[in-house]
């Protein structure tokens, strides 16, 4: 290979690198611009609720993505401060908002059974 075409090849790698992390750049913005948390719903066994413990601020609008990323159905509740989602279908994203009126930690879980180990699908929520 030539020194020119080293560099192009060189250009070229990092033409790709550049616009993959810029892809992810403004997808990071997006998610922080528009929502407080981006929930990622999984069975137990392949990695549970990420994250699996956050904090919200007490009287502020949270604005939950919910992603589920699996082949099976997830819902989501945390019952004490009356949030729920029925269902989130496999590779479905669900957007849902609410005002924490009570301080505390509380748990939220999957309300679908979704597998064997669908009753450790669970996670904790802190109000503060
Ligand atoms: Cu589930």
Known sequence: M???????VILIILATLGTIFGVFAIEKFRLSKFYTLQLIARAPEHGNWYPQEFTVSY???????????????????IPDL???VSEIKA?????????PDK???????CTV????RHMEMRGKITVE
Do not use: Q, Y
């Open 2 to 8: 030539s020194r020119n075409e080293i560099v192009a």
């Open 59 to 77: 009287g502020k609008e949270v604005k939950l993505l919910i992603r589920n990323i699996e082949t099976v159905t997830h819902g989501f509740a």
């Open 82 to 84: 009356g949030v729920a």
């Open 91 to 99: 590779g479905e994203v669900k957007a849902l908002s609410f005002r």
């Open 103 to 109: 301080r505390g930690t509380f748990p939220f879980m």
């Open 113 to 116: 059974w979704c597998s064997d």
